[in-house]
């Protein structure tokens, strides 16, 4: 298995909701990654997490809230999100935390916040 | 602070040229080095990488980059385009003494004209 699989593929969800996207990988990859992307821009790095330890937060508002339960699986979890929010969440993962063998990323979730 | 530069935002070419997507990054030592593809609405698909050794590195799909270290740059080339390529490249470059950042260019539009 050489994927990185992301669920659900598209959200719909109210500000006031509250919702996961969830991200899998059986590579034995250990670091794993959330990106932003807006339409029309690269994508923008969240989270790292590396041994299953969060190691880099770009200072991302607390209504997203990543977790990382196990080495193949890492969720980001979202309440009270706001309009601009809206946008393609990438996941990705590498085999060490260094990158060095290159990043394998999910399809995405579109995410768009009414 | 580290940068990745990719110059231009769109390119067209004619389906059978040649083509070469240009990048540049400001950093001191070697990073590793990135690119992907991305079609619309997709995820991320890795084209190549470069960590170090030869500095002319072989992808899929048909294409290949040349690692400058005096140039500071990673430019992307393919001898004979397909109507297929037509999409979004990304240059990406982790600068390691920041930390495991993979940071994006802002990406240039590739459009094949038949």
């Known amino acids: 298995d050489t994927e990185v699989t992301q669920t659900p593929k598209h959200l719909v969800m109210g500000m006031t909701n509250k919702k996961s996207l969830k991200c899998e990988q059986h590579m034995g990859h250990r670091a794993m990654y959330w990106y932003k992307q807006k339409a029309k821009k690269p994508p923008e790095l969240m989270f790292v997490?590396?041994?299953?330890?969060?190691?880099i937060n770009e200072s991302v508002p607390s209504r997203f809230s990543p977790e990382c339960p196990n080495s193949s699986l890492l969720n980001l979890h979202l309440h009270a999100l706001q309009p601009e929010d809206s946008a393609l969440y990438l996941c990705?993962?590498?085999?060490?935390?260094?990158?060095?063998?290159?990043?394998?990323f999910g399809s995405g979730t579109r995410l768009t916040v009414v | 602070a580290q940068s990745v530069t990719q110059p231009d935002i769109h390119i067209t070419v004619s389906e059978g040229a040649s083509l070469e997507l240009r990048c540049n990054y400001s950093?001191?030592?070697?990073?590793?080095l990135f690119w992907y593809v991305q079609s619309p609405g997709q995820g991320l698909q890795l084209l190549l990488k470069?960590?170090?050794?030869?500095?002319l590195v072989q992808g899929i799909k048909g294409f290949e980059a040349e690692f400058k270290r005096s140039q500071s740059s990673f430019n992307l080339r393919k001898p004979s385009v397909h109507w297929s390529d037509a999409a979004e490249y990304f240059c990406a470059v982790v600068f390691l003494e920041y930390g495991n950042k993979l940071v994006f260019g802002a990406g240039t539009i590739l459009r094949v004209k038949s």
């Open positions: 950093y001191g030592a070697t990073p590793y």
């Open positions: 470069y960590f170090s050794g030869d500095t």
């Open positions: 990705a993962s590498s085999q060490t935390g260094t990158g060095g063998h290159g990043y394998t």
């Open positions: 997490y590396s041994y299953e330890k969060l190691s």
